[in-house]
């Protein structure tokens, strides 16, 4: 969630005396002690794969007739979430979507005036959820399902209370207490006052708000707005401590909870968050704020060049979240056929976890078939890794990743707004001869494939293949960018590296700036598929040619820092003998150069 309309608006006071009465009963009814029952239950045993669901914000957000009749987020009621629950345990329970989790908003009212106790913990609205949190907990737990639950980050403006509300469980403490003298704000809306945490109050906040919501049986929490990240950046929106303090708030109550944080998170603290969450939003909303759930352009496609940044940080303890999964209803998400089945494939082969925010209720022939394909999730649940791109960021797009059986995960996607030819080549892979192809999407075995495959796909179509080669392993001749051999030109220059092959890269390569690899020998003329390992630490461009020939732009996906090596495959086409290969920014700025390996064979 990141809505332009999370304005927080003044506090009122708490509704009903029965609903504090309750939540303070929650409270009271868990000793101090208990607090030190410090986790038999280990971070990485929640997350030892991405987790499946259902999520209200898609809903929430939307502006598709009929969803939110009271206004902006109105959707999200207990009724409606338990409507969503019983849907998911009819339909979807069995092919492992277990979690329904409740998006923000759950304490505010249908104006958006929000609720908290009297400790300056959110408050269930009694509009919204006439019950309370944890008798909707207990309904999802009665279908066999978990409950899960959403906070912003820091302390929200309106709980402050001119600093005098009381801290549960921590005498002495209060809400000025907690937070930094002079209400430095945070998170992505600045929506709240960032916490203090060299003050001794405020873990024990964060431990409060952790009790209460292990104390209401939720098994996950979504923290959003977190920084850096969130469109933030700087100190002040740097809420790895916060993180840090969830992580130990909720081992401390012995419950495990899922934590999962939101959302474009800084990749430069990717560290952080596998140390200290179960997952991590990596982009931002997939969700369109317009009168569907999501559209191609806003922001489904953004992920093919945002994810492969974060691809090696995704594995159990942690993974890659990619956002809803949106493509149970094509009236109401508002892509394609061939646009919903790219989407599910994307979401699979990144290992995303697979949370849908469609209206369950009303999933379609098509949708529930995307939803419930057991080989395309076994991709996703497996003990495979990730895929990325092992060609560039080009329209046409081929991912891959090599799994421990020997056999390779394939997707092809074409990215374009036409139809268009896809082709995977074995080489590119690393492997030559034969493979036995099977679809996953069809559940069909294709046959035996020399070399290649190539499918015609429609416009923003994919496949989703498991290739088992039936061949060996592909002989390579290595090329390093800083031999004395090579030829640079402009501002080209060669550096140090200590994660390239040689210790040294070619970089500088912008404005003009090109990198020529010579005496390129091959034995026979043909199209050869070069490796490339570059290091970049964005998505950048290069026009890559032969011989003096007419040049190709390629985009290369970012590695995510300026300091890790990735490989992708272009074809290049070289005669006989020595030939010449080069690397030219053009005016623009390319990636750095690690070396070029050719195959000895085209």
């Known amino acids: 969630m990141r809505s332009p309309s999370y304005s927080p608006l003044p506090a009122r006071g708490l509704r009903a005396a029965v609903v504090l009465a309750l939540t303070l009963g929650f409270a009271a009814t868990v000793p101090a002690a208990q607090a030190d029952t410090t986790a038999t239950v280990t971070a990485p045993a929640l997350a030892a794969k991405p987790y499946m669901g259902w999520s209200s914000w898609s809903m929430q957000s939307s502006k598709y007739p009929g969803l939110n009749p009271d206004g902006d987020y109105s959707y999200l009621t207990e009724a409606n979430v338990l409507k969503q629950t019983a849907a998911l345990a009819a339909k979807l329970k069995k092919y492992g979507y277990e979690y329904v989790n409740i998006d923000a908003g759950w304490w505010r009212d249908m104006t958006w005036k929000p609720e908290f106790d009297q400790y300056a913990r959110q408050q269930a609205d009694p509009v919204r959820f006439p019950r309370g949190m944890k008798a909707v907990a207990a309904d999802i737990h009665a279908k066999g399902l978990k409950a899960g639950i959403y906070l912003p980050v820091g302390l929200e403006k309106e709980a402050y209370n001119d600093g005098k509300s009381p801290i549960w469980n921590a005498d002495g403490c209060a809400t000025a207490d907690i937070v930094y003298g002079d209400l430095r704000t945070t998170n992505g809306w600045d929506s709240a006052y960032k916490l203090d945490f060299s003050r001794p109050c405020t873990q024990k906040y964060v431990d409060s708000q952790a009790r209460l919501l292990a104390d209401w049986g939720y098994d996950f929490l979504k923290l959003d707005g977190v920084g850096p990240g969130s469109g933030k950046g ?16 909720i081992a ?42 999501v559209s191609w352009e806003n922001s489904v496609d953004d992920r093919f060049d945002d994810t492969p940044a974060w691809t090696r940080h995704a594995g159990p303890g942690g993974w890659n979240d990619l956002d809803s999964l949106d493509v149970g209803s094509g009236a109401m998400d508002g892509l394609t056929k061939a646009e919903r089945q790219t989407y599910a494939t994307l979401w699979a082969i990144a290992k995303s976890p697979l949370y849908t925010g469609d209206d369950l209720t009303k999933l379609d022939s098509y ?6 394909n057991r080989e395309v999730i076994a991709v996703d649940q497996g003990d495979t ?34 139809p268009a030819a896809v082709t995977a080549d074995w080489a590119a892979l690393g492997f030559t001869g034969k493979a036995a192809v099977r679809d996953l999407w069809n559940h069909e075995n294709l046959g035996t494939y020399q070399s290649k495959i190539t499918q015609a796909l429609p416009a923003h179509g994919s496949r989703l293949f498991t290739l088992t080669p039936r061949g ?27 994660a390239c092959s040689g210790g040294h890269k070619a970089g500088n390569l912008y404005q003009g700036g090109k990198l020529t690899f010579n005496d390129v020998v091959v034995a026979k003329a043909g199209t050869y598929q070069v490796k ?7 998505s950048r461009s290069a026009a890559v040619s032969a011989n003096g020939g007419g040049a190709v732009r390629h985009k290369f996906p970012a590695t995510g820092d300026w300091g890790t090596v990735e490989t992708v495959s272009v074809p290049v086409t070289l005669k006989a003998g020595a030939n010449t290969i080069t690397f030219d920014s053009g005016t623009d700025y390319a990636p750095d150069v690690d070396r070029i390996d050719v195959p000895k064979s085209s």
């Open 532 to 538: 490339i390992a570059y290091i970049s630490g964005d």
């Open 472 to 498: 060996g392993a592909l002989a390579w001749t290595g090329y390093e960018a800083e031999s004395p051999a090579n030829t640079l030109a402009g501002n080209a220059s060669v550096a140090d590296c200590s």
């Open 252 to 293: 401390a109550t012995g419950r495990p909870i899922h934590l999962e944080v939101s959302w474009s998170l800084d990749i430069g603290h990717a560290a952080d968050w596998k140390k200290y969450s179960n997952g991590w939003r990596v982009d931002t909303d997939v969700e369109c704020y317009c009168n569907t759930l």
């Open 234 to 249: 700087g100190d002040q929106y740097d809420n790895v401590a916060d993180v840090a303090a969830w992580q130990q708030a």
């Open 385 to 418: 890794p990730p895929a990325r791109p092992v060609t560039p960021s080009d329209p046409q797009q081929v991912w891959a990743a090599k799994n421990p059986d020997g056999t390779y995960t394939v997707a092809l996607f074409n990215l374009a707004d036409a």
């Open 367 to 372: 949708g529930l078939s995307l939803l419930t």
